[in-house]
């Protein structure tokens, strides 16, 4: 930071901040970078640790840096050129059957291909997550295990894991006991289940948009219809205007991601889900969370999840380990209230049980506070890659490009001008080794043709940035 | 055996083999006893190696003993008191919807309790399981599985794993290749992936009877309509039968276990096979083949799978090492023919991917030949406590009793004096701490209410042979 001498005590704090700011709009500090510590910023300066903290609360308020828990201060963001949020796009709000995509097959087609640089997934690089003590872990479970893991598991899952999921819920103040929770193969079967549990085919669930495809491709599958609720990038679902159709069409299950949804990163506030789950309460309507990010969290705490609020259990809760720690491990669970029994007897339907081995291991490492230390860590890489790749977005795109604020999770969604029809960009990037998921597929009914979804579960690199410029060069040409 | 010399060389074999009936007769020699081998004998008897050998051969002819691959002769039955198999129950063959049977429920319920003995279970005891050996595979997957097989598995399956499985699939002839083949969470999911891959809800299907209860949850639970093809314990599913329903309504799948059928223990002729391969090829139905207790023979050779006889790929091969390796582990197949893309695409809306580490694991047991040592032991242990079991049920039950004569697989398919109602016997049973599985679950039509289904996958002790007479005490009680 260079050193400096003030003489004058009055108002030095602003000084050192001013000083700061600068370096932040000259980007010699950039989004994500860590700042020196209080301690080491008054020995730099020369000023008092009282001073010093005064220069980092006033840059705090400016929303130039901010503290993170047991880290310390990093920059958050350059304001003089940060760019505005993607606008909502409002669904017609009529019934519609889901049509498969084809797009998100041929987007996903290559997503493996050599020396690809992958912005398409919506998961964490396997370079953050702690393979190594996981298979401890593993091997605990092969000398421990009851028969070494080789027989059936319960149906409803192991049940040590079971306890640790639902230790899990303490994090958002749940109260779940072991016998309420439901192991799947991943977040995707419990939503399969949930689905199956509450709805026939024919029946038609409100789905928030834009959402996960994943979720549009399996209501398709199920015989169902889907109602999409617009979805603003921050406070995510309109519930006014789900109350508008649950009113106007008989709706008998909501889909929603209140926490950092995929793609739009929007965090619905904790108001908005008790107003929520008191609407589905009135209305006897089942409710499926799917939560799978909400460990995921950039800011102090935790955000809360509907299920929190569900006092009549018709809140479906739904995650999963895949994008916190072990995609291939393949461990989910619902806590799903009032079906419980239809769920449990679904799974035995689906597939029996869940795998032995890596629900012992899991719990495992679960049990023994590996999990929690590993989440703290990962929670901080995401933030500055979040940061990071932000700032990338906004050095290499056009300057009316918009970008998402996400607060936590995996993904940017960016509105691009009108012009630029993002799926004609998406196959064009695959041609430069670039993957990245066009925003159409994140609806059904055609809409966000010129929205993208970059994902930042990978480190930022050399081969992260060149793929942006690429990326942003690509756009430019479009427009 | 006892020492003798005999002078006179005419007919001693003769004389010999008169000597080991009378034994089996007395039950000297028990069901499923070991007999010297061919030098031993000769030894003994101080005859010569070739006349040792006529002996077994004769009695070999009355069906008395039996040869086993590489293992060497074994009494096979005591043919004056054996009893007669099962009747066929002709099924009304009209459609019917599938109703959720609570008896199921009721008998899985106490399943696990202390000191149970379990015939419910169809499957081998963990004790026959190579758990030691398996251990070490998954040690080897965590050291040099990509990633420590943290990472998401490609959604048709680990690459090695799918080459192991078409080779195993040369056991019984098939030419396949590992692109044709697809992992699944066990032989369920693939019954549901196929399922689903090839009808809508309301479509019907027919499933022989009696068949496995899951089935017919399953089919209820997708909505579909089923019709039952009556099949002999013997020889299997009626193809007139079977003929004559496809032409009086539209079916839109067929859905059978050829090989050791789980509860009748049939096993439909490899002429059969063909016969029922060009039948629906002509009428262009697919066949769903669960071939989940294909591997476990008793005879010479692995009978033939219906895949085998399939040119048009009609025949959906679904399987798993549930019953035979890990059922804990949660790995089955497809080999789904023409219904490749539909059921790979299924799959990844249902879990994704199967778990990776576990599929690496057992790529690596199958590689380096373990299995099909594993198989060796296996298929002899079962034969053995197949024999001692129908002894058993010989010994404890009544007179009346017909006993199926599994070639393969875990169970016995019996039949009581049609006095007795087995559910209810089933529920007597429970309060004496034995658990087993009456026939009305296996068929819907609440036919077999004087059946029971017992497996034998236990290796015989006295707690089994005790829960035997238990059995066989009540069912006295109640004639």
Request: hydrophobic fraction near 40%.
């Amino acid at each position: 930071m260079g050193k400096a001498k003030f003489t004058s005590e009055d108002h030095i704090y602003l000084q050192v901040a001013g000083g700061i700011e600068q370096m932040i709009a000259e980007e010699v500090l950039r989004i994500g970078d860590k700042l020196p510590s209080v301690r080491v910023l008054s020995e730099e300066y020369g000023i008092s640790m009282g001073t010093a903290f005064q220069a980092y609360y006033h840059l705090e308020g400016k929303g130039l840096i901010e503290a993170r828990p047991k880290s310390g201060y990093y920059v958050r963001f350059n304001h003089r050129r940060f760019p505005a949020v993607p606008n909502v796009i409002q669904p017609e709000p009529v019934t519609s059957e889901v049509t498969v995509q084809e797009m998100i097959m041929r987007i996903l087609r290559d997503i493996d291909a050599h020396d690809m640089v992958n912005f398409t997934l919506a998961a964490p690089a396997l370079e953050l997550l702690p393979a190594a003590k996981l298979n401890k872990s593993v091997v605990y479970a092969l000398r421990n295990g009851k028969d070494h893991c080789i027989g059936y598991e319960n149906t409803q899952g192991n049940a040590d894991l079971r306890k640790q999921i639902a230790r899990l819920a303490f994090n958002w103040g749940g109260k779940v006991r072991p016998e309420e929770v439901v192991i799947t193969s991943g977040c995707m079967e419990a939503i399969v289940l949930c689905l199956r549990a509450v709805t026939q085919p024919g029946d038609t669930v409100a789905v928030e948009a834009p959402a996960y495809f994943g979720i549009y491709q399996v209501i398709e599958n199920l015989g169902l219809k889907v109602v999409e609720i617009p979805s603003d990038p921050t406070t995510g679902a309109d519930l006014d205007c789900l109350q508008q159709v649950i009113n106007d069409m008989p709706i008998k299950a909501c889909l929603l991601v209140p926490n950092f949804n995929n793609p739009s990163g929007s965090c619905m506030p904790d108001e908005h889900k008790k107003k929520l789950v008191e609407m589905i309460t009135r209305l006897n309507i089942p409710l499926i969370e799917d939560d799978i990010y909400g460990e995921l969290y950039f800011g102090r705490h935790r955000p809360k999840t509907c299920k929190y609020y569900d006092t009549k259990g018709l809140v479906m809760h739904c995650s999963s380990l895949s994008k916190s720690l072990a995609p291939g491990y393949r461990v989910g669970w619902i806590l799903p209230g009032k079906f419980l029994e239809q769920v449990s007897a679904l799974k035995m339907m689906h597939t029996i049980s869940s795998p032995t081995l890596t629900q012992v291991a899991i719990a495992h490492f679960l049990s023994i506070g590996r999990y929690e230390y590993h989440l703290k860590n990962l929670r901080k890489a995401l933030h500055t890659q979040c940061l990071r790749y932000i700032q990338g977005v906004m050095q290499y795109f056009p300057e009316d490009t918009k970008i998402s604020r996400p607060q936590g999770g995996f993904v940017l969604w960016i509105e691009l001008n009108k012009k630029v029809d993002t799926y004609k960009l998406c196959l064009e990037a695959l041609k430069h080794q670039v993957s990245v998921a066009p925003g159409r597929i994140f609806s059904n009914s055609c809409n966000y043709s010129n929205y993208l979804r970059i994902g930042y579960g990978s480190p930022w690199d050399d081969k992260v940035e060149k793929g942006l410029k690429t990326l942003g060069n690509l756009v430019k040409k479009m427009m």
